[in-house]
């Protein structure tokens, strides 16, 4: 059974960039059909999905983050990272990675997920 594990800071001031890195283990991430994705939850707000890369590199992202946004691996490392930049309060939320056996165009729907870290929460001070 594969494991996910988010790790970053937990508190980062606005304007800032936030680093989050999701670490698999039990299973590759170049291996094929899945998708390896970001998804955040504010307080209050249900999951909301931000990104996904490919098992051959291929990055999606949400459109409204696209332009903050930028997905990263490390096959060496079996590891995958969630840049956003210019933060504000309202990047405050869990951030979850998760995995997927889908198509691109249902990234988006956390239903299609079998596999989540636990989460990590990070909260962006004015």
């Known amino acids: 059974q594969v494991r996910l594990q988010e790790s970053g800071p937990g508190l980062v001031k606005s304007s800032q960039t936030l680093s989050l890195t999701c670490t698999i283990s039990?299973?590759?991430?170049?291996?094929?059909?899945?998708?390896w994705s970001w998804f955040r939850q504010p307080p209050g707000k249900g999951l909301l999905w931000m990104g996904s890369i490919g098992r051959d590199g291929i990055t999606y992202y949400d459109p409204f983050l696209k332009s903050r946004t930028s997905i990263s691996r490390d096959t060496t490392k079996n590891q995958f990272t969630l840049q956003l930049n210019s933060v504000t309060p309202e990047d405050t939320a869990v951030y979850f990675c998760?995995?997927?056996?889908?198509?691109?165009?249902?990234?988006?729907?956390?239903?299609?997920?079998?596999?989540w870290g636990q989460g990590t929460r990070v909260t962006v001070n004015p």
């Open positions: 039990d299973g590759s991430i170049t291996a094929n059909r899945f998708y």
């Open positions: 998760a995995r997927a056996d889908t198509t691109p165009e249902l990234l988006w729907n956390d239903r299609a997920y079998d596999s």
